[in-house]
């Protein structure tokens, strides 16, 4: 029977649950007048068909009244048909509070609260808000959390550094693969592990001047992570600290070697993580540090994690090598000295490995009492004796060889700090093949080339007006190269934008070619266009035409000719324009063209890369060291290109310096460290774990129930993209990831490797995670009511089926989910107190239950309330007993998993100093901290649906 309406009451309208909570302020002539104070409306309703149920919180609930003043509700009193609220706040002190007090946001703490208030959800949302709770535990249970949502290749040696460094706490290594092997690719996916996992919320990312663009975009394009710009301007407008403001920085690096505050500042903002790109450019020495060492030293001193990226190999310096060790570690690489006496003493460990590992001569080094001898000194008798005694089983032996190559490498000194892997040890690299294309200097150039500087000839356009393009000799024999190629895609990179603009037009206008333009002056949106107009296979671009941006961050393997237009100075530069291409995945060779004029600047670079550095069919990691070096005699051979002396002396010099340092690395090669930076079979494993949670096809029929529940309109787009809009009725203002203007999305990796113009949604996608926070926040779907014929029951009679989850107040960081033994605990009970859970299953309540509608619902949750609440309440005692269970197979899956993690740091710990004392520290709080939160969690209702029995 429904309750008597009473002045101070507090009644909700299920018909505007948007009003909040309203007070009943008059009743006369049979019609109630409810004042609502959350937006300060009045409403008047007819007594005997308002759409409104009464709100009375439970003994246990937390209430919080219009002051603020929050208490936990322990004794209800009745006053006038109104109630008072007996409770306890904060300090324990006993208050009393009128419901007219409350504050008037609504909140119900349990589903069935939401029934009573006649809240009542259609079945399918219910059902969505079951798939949501099913597929958030499944990806915070997956191996590959924190990795599946980046849009990147799976390259094994990539993915292997990061679940390797990822799930550490604070992890500070070094970052060292050689050029083109992905080190920004490798240090985003640590950085998205460690936000996705909680183990990290500010990071600061400090980078060259040139190089912050190319970060903005990786991060934001590959990642989903958009990072502000610290630049002056900003940091002169902001008040205060302009760091504290925002949680994740980019900020060049001579921003803060110009402006020691700006430095204090950036040190004062409490970070979690540091990312330093480019650390070889950091100059130290036993005598001093550079200002930018100094710099980075002052930061990383402040900040727990540290990510340092450099390509360049520990052997073209070993004191520089030290010194991006020092950062990592100062206390554990204090001593210049005594650092290179411990690598002295890994030579034997590589030795002992390199002899493993040769199968023709394994068996025998076994026999060899030396060797034997040595082994058992690092390995111990036992592991010896194992090995030995396995020859005669050749698979046997393979896998006891390979266990002792995994213990030697752990003991290896920077090992577990310092990744380098090489382009001979990750295959899947093409060839590189280069076309020279020697043109004769056009005679209008002539004079204007002898009298130019150095940069004007190398960019002889830049000479001219706008009618270069009719004279130059290299657009015409890129016009007449594009004629006989027509079906080939290619990719032309020149230095200037105003030179692919000129080259576009002349191509697109004048010659028919279906042309793509690709430079700083359009925006991301443009620039993501042209890449696609260049990606399609039947009538796209043939050719994409770009300025040096062009070089940063983007990948066009799908094209294998690269036209160098013009060639830069830094070698490093070079390298990442044939880096576009040069990419594993890419499936021909790649073909470099460079048109260059003979007896000219140009020819002089191009040999100078060519014969002297063979930078165009190898990677050249010394590149730019030789610069360095040879920068003034390269400067000479440029300005005066007809003095074929000089440039032959520049070769012959540049030639054996070149042999002469690549012998030194390999002389000098940790082989420990190439070996200890893959371990193949833990990539495979990381790999399939990555493949087996994203399951695209599953999340694309989740988010399209979830974008039709929102609102969120929806159109095909190609075979594998979806167009979003947001709806003219939806259920929110605004649905994460998508603008007013709209977007375009694909669930699939393969086209969005292709496809930058579309966002690659994945279960880790802000969009998908967003959404899931709003199914399971916001009470959408965790009450319902349907009719069911069962004809073994009484008709009219009850069902009622709830699922229960933990509650876990804790921080992000701890990662609870992870140690939990299923997502939901679910429970079904009929009117006279049987356990049908085994009985009647979910698939039961989705194939025989019938929707009610809204009239009708209202009727039988009013006519059904004391019962329902009833068998709400004996099922939340039945669960009491699983919370103990639940809450104890949480905890030893913590245990065993953290103690595991320790024992083996602190074993590890007596053979390799590199294990750091804290870091097992860490370990050891985070165990207590987990098995804390663990104790303090609670099985708590979260979702119930009613069936109301029917014979028809």
């Not at 690549?662 to 990381?686: H, T």
Request: aromatic share 6%; net charge negative.
């Amino acid at each position: 029977m429904k309750e008597k309406f009473a002045v101070g009451q507090r009644w909700f309208s299920h018909a505007e649950a948007e009003l909040g909570l309203g007070i009943v302020t008059e009743i006369a002539d049979r019609r109630i007048e409810v004042f609502f104070p959350a937006i300060e409306a009045q409403r008047i309703y007819a007594e005997k068909n308002a759409p409104l149920s009464r709100i009375v919180y439970p003994i246990g609930d937390q209430i919080t009244d219009h002051d603020g003043l929050t208490i936990k509700v322990l004794e209800h009193e009745w006053v006038s048909d109104c109630v008072i609220y007996r409770g306890e706040d904060a300090q324990g002190d006993i208050l009393v509070m009128h419901e007219c007090t409350l504050e008037s946001q609504v909140h119900f703490s349990k589903p069935y609260e939401r029934l009573f208030a006649g809240q009542i959800d259609k079945p399918r949302h219910y059902e969505l808000r079951l798939e949501t709770l099913e597929l958030l535990f499944e990806h915070q249970q997956s191996a590959a959390y924190g990795l599946i949502g980046p849009r990147v290749q799976g390259l094994p040696h990539q993915f292997y550094i990061a679940h390797e460094v990822g799930r550490r706490i604070a992890p500070r290594v070094l970052l060292a693969d050689e050029v083109g092997l992905g080190k920004t690719i490798e240090a985003g996916l640590i950085i998205h592990q460690q936000l996705i996992a909680g183990l990290a919320s500010r990071v600061l990312i400090v980078v060259p001047d040139s190089l912050v663009f190319q970060w903005l975009v990786e991060m934001l394009r590959r990642f989903n992570l958009r990072f502000s710009l610290m630049d002056e301007a900003r940091c002169e407008a902001e008040t205060g600290n302009p760091f504290a403001n925002e949680q994740r920085v980019i900020v060049p690096l001579s921003l803060l070697t110009r402006n020691d505050d700006l430095l204090a500042q950036a040190q004062a903002a409490g970070w979690d993580l540091l990312v330093v790109d480019e650390a070889h450019h950091l100059g130290w020495s036993e005598e001093g540090a550079s200002h930018a060492y100094l710099c980075i030293e002052q930061l990383a001193e402040q900040i727990a994690g540290l990510l340092l990226l450099t390509a360049t190999p520990e052997q073209l310096g070993v004191a520089a090598h030290f010194s991006r060790l020092r950062l990592l570690d100062p206390q554990r690489y204090h001593d210049l000295n005594q650092f290179l006496q411990e690598e002295q003493q890994y030579g034997a460990v590589s030795q002992l490995i390199e002899r493993l590992l040769e199968p023709e001569s394994c068996r025998a080094s076994l026999q060899d009492p030396v060797f034997a001898q040595a082994l058992a000194e690092r390995l111990g008798e036992s592991r010896l004796s194992q090995l030995q005694q396995s020859v005669e089983d050749a698979e046997r032996l393979q896998t006891e060889v390979q266990q002792c190559v995994k213990l030697l490498l752990d003991q290896h000194g920077t090992g577990r700090v310092l990744f380098r892997n090489t382009r001979d040890a990750v295959h899947g690299f093409p060839n590189r093949v280069l076309k020279a294309h020697p043109l004769p200097v056009p005679h209008d150039y002539q004079h204007h080339l002898e009298t130019a500087g150095t940069d004007q000839a190398l960019h002889p356009e830049s000479l001219f007006g706008e009618g270069w393009v009719a004279q130059d000799a290299r657009a015409d024999w890129l016009v007449k190269w594009l004629q006989v190629h027509r079906t080939e895609k290619v990719l032309l990179i020149c230095a200037y934008a105003d030179t692919a603009m000129a080259l576009e037009k002349q191509l697109r206008l004048y010659q028919g070619v279906r042309t793509a333009l690709f430079h700083e002056g359009m925006s991301l949106l443009e620039r993501d266009r042209a890449a696609a107009y260049f990606a399609e296979t039947d009538q796209g671009a043939q050719i994409l035409l770009c300025s040096e941006i062009g070089s940063e961050g983007r990948n066009f393997q799908f094209a294998h000719h690269l036209v160098m237009f013009d060639l830069p100075l830094n070698p490093d530069l070079l390298e990442q324009r044939i880096g576009r291409l040069d990419r594993i995945g890419q499936r021909d060779d790649v073909i470099i063209h460079v048109p260059y004029y003979e007896r000219s600047a140009q020819e002089v670079l191009f040999n100078w890369y060519h014969q002297g550095l063979n930078a165009f069919e190898r990677v050249c990691p010394d590149g730019q060291v030789l610069l360095q070096r040879f920068a003034e005699p390269l400067q000479q051979a440029m300005q005066s290109p007809k003095n074929t002396e000089l440039a032959e002396q520049l070769l012959h010099d540049v030639q054996q310096a070149h042999a002469e340092l690549k012998a030194v690395m390999q002389q000098g090669r940790d082989k420990l460290l190439e070996l200890n930076a893959c371990d193949s079979v833990k990539a495979a494993e990381v790999l399939e774990a990555v493949e087996s949670a994203s399951q695209p096809s599953r999340l694309a029929g989740y988010m399209s129930r979830i974008f039709d529940h929102f609102g969120v309109e929806q159109d095909s787009y190609g075979n594998h993209g979806l167009v979003l809009h947001p709806g003219d009725h939806m259920l929110c203002h605004s649905f994460p990831g998508v603008p007013e203007e709209g977007t375009t999305i694909t669930f699939q990796r393969n086209e969005a490797l292709s496809r930058e113009d579309l966002q690659y949604v994945t279960v880790e996608h802000p969009m998908v995670t967003g959404a899931m926070d709003m199914m399971l926040q916001g009470g959408y779907g965790n009450a319902t009511l349907c009719t069911m014929k069962l004809l073994p029951l009484k008709e009219g009679s009850l069902l009622v089926e709830a699922l229960f989850r933990l509650h876990l107040p804790a921080r992000k960081g701890l990662q609870l989910q992870r140690y939990l033994p299923a997502a939901t605990l679910r429970r079904v009970i009929d009117s006279n107190g049987n356990d049908l859970t085994q009985v009647i299953t979910q698939q039961h309540f989705q194939t025989l239950g019938k929707p009610v509608g809204k009239t009708l619902g209202l009727k039988l949750i009013t006519h059904t309330r004391s019962e329902i609440q009833t068998l709400a309440d004996k099922l939340e005692s039945w669960v009491e007993p699983q919370q103990a269970e639940w809450i104890q197979a949480a905890c030893d899956k913590a245990t065993h998993e953290l103690d595991t993690e320790i024992e083996r740091l602190q074993q590890l710990a007596r053979v390799n100093p590199n294990i750091r004392d804290q870091e097992i520290q860490d370990l050891a709080d985070l165990k207590q901290h987990v098995l804390h939160a663990l104790q303090s969690a609670s099985l708590e209702m979260d979702t119930i649906r009613i069936a109301v029995v029917t014979h028809d």
